[in-house]
């Protein structure tokens, strides 16, 4: 005996079913027995439950060889909701998803001046998700969870839940998720991780890195991080690869350390560098604007000439990216990166070849050979999509049951579905 009980089997009977018709479907019943392995009677008797549940739903039916058309089955959109947080480095980011991932509403709100004062961050969080609630008419009892991801390490203990280490934003063993349940009103859960990991979820689930063994997905925004996905690491591990030092003695990261691909690559060094080398970028302008006014400044329209310091920072931050990329390749030989985040995709259309070439270069070429390199397929909004999936993986694993508002001990059972990502 393995000690699993017939309750055990029978969640994940309908974890299987429910994950095979969420990724593969519709399917009907008939390609659910080999698709999942379970006989045609546990099919059946699954199916059942789960749509008296409201999770499945007839998606019409195709024509079977000689027989009677058989039912097509797809997950319903509205047997439960979710919510993405992205913490960025300009920005939270609320969205309101159904259960298919379709967004149904969101709210922004900036952050001026770089000011991630621990209690205006969860503010925002807890005004963020009234908003998108509110504004979708959904009622919270709906609500699967609410993800979020954030910048720095995050440590899951059993008091305290989420605690977040984020060195660059100034938090040191901040109680996040403590912080997020106290007085709230909502019955809900919150499941909290790295930002450049729940980027790399939904580019695994949904995205550019869909069908890899292996993988690094890079997330390159104000900062620079990355997650690893390998089959010894299948539910992903965040990598801090923008304090990777790329410059002895070299230019001042924000996390205190010198010569951090951080300080170089990411678009806050970059913007700095080139007003430091008399670039302009707009007065007053956000980050994002500033990229874009860079990229258009080195690639005027026709007619107008470029702007040589421009360009020539943006050239010498493809080659560090490239150096950075080449020792992710070194390191764990992915068969994938997939470069996402809003100004990995910003520079991606210009750039990417010379991130390409001079990764190639630095690398060493037989795992050069076998990697390829591309940008995200889920644009600016991933990290939100991945930080949605961490409930969507929770309810999975519980066979698509509703977990209690209460965390449930040290072990979040969106690990377990994690590391079961999905059928490729």
């Known amino acids: 005996m393995n000690g699993r009980t017939v309750r055990d089997l029978r969640r994940a009977n309908r974890t299987a079913v429910l994950q095979r018709l969420y990724f593969d479907g519709p399917l009907s019943r008939f390609e659910l027995g080999p698709a999942t392995g379970l006989s045609s009677g546990s099919v059946s008797n699954v199916v059942a439950d789960l749509v008296a549940d409201g999770l499945l739903e007839e998606a019409g039916s195709v024509d079977s060889d000689g027989g009677r058309p058989r039912t097509l089955l797809r997950v319903a959109p509205g047997g439960g909701h979710m919510i993405g947080v992205d913490v960025g480095e300009t920005r939270v980011r609320v969205e309101l998803f159904d259960l298919t991932l379709t967004e149904l509403a969101r709210a922004e709100r900036p952050l001026t001046q770089r000011h991630y ?192 310091v421009a360009l020539a920072v943006l050239e010498e931050t493809a080659e560090y990216l490239g150096a950075g990329l080449a020792d992710l390749i070194n390191l764990f030989q992915p068969e994938r990166i997939v470069v996402g985040g809003w100004a990995g995709l910003q520079l991606g259309a210009r750039f990417l070849d010379a991130v390409r070439r001079h990764a190639t270069a630095y690398a060493l070429r037989y795992p050069a050979e076998k990697v390829t390199v591309d940008l995200g397929r889920l644009g600016p909004d991933a990290v939100t999509v991945g930080a949605a999936i961490l409930p969507l993986a929770d309810f999975f694993a519980r066979g698509g049951r509703r977990p209690d508002p209460a965390p449930q001990g040290p072990a979040p059972a969106w690990r377990a579905a994690l590391e079961e990502r999905s059928p490729r």
Request: aromatic fraction near 4%.
């Open 117 to 308: 004062d621990v209690e205006v961050i969860v503010g925002h969080i807890r005004d963020g998700v009234a908003e998108v609630l509110a504004a979708a008419g959904t009622d919270p009892g709906r609500l699967l969870g609410v993800g979020i991801g954030v910048p720095g390490i995050v440590a899951h203990t059993p008091r305290s839940g989420a605690v977040v280490h984020g060195q660059t934003i100034g938090w040191d063993a901040v109680p996040l998720e403590e912080l997020l349940r106290a007085d709230s009103p909502l019955p809900v859960r919150y499941f909290i991780d790295n930002g450049a990991k729940t980027l790399g979820q939904a580019e695994m689930w949904f995205g550019g890195g869909r069908g890899a063994g292996s993988a690094v997905v890079v997330l390159f925004g104000s900062g620079v991080g990355a997650c690893l996905v390998t089959p010894e690491v299948e539910h992903g591990r965040a990598v801090e690869w923008g304090h990777l030092t790329v410059r002895v003695r070299g230019r001042r990261c924000r996390c205190g350390a010198l010569g951090c691909l951080e300080a170089y690559a990411g678009a806050e060094a970059l913007i700095e560098r080139w007003r430091e080398e008399g670039g302009r970028p707009p007065e007053g302008a956000d980050e994002e604007t500033a990229l874009a006014a860079m990229l258009a400044a080195a690639h005027p329209v026709e007619g107008t000439g470029a702007d040589p």
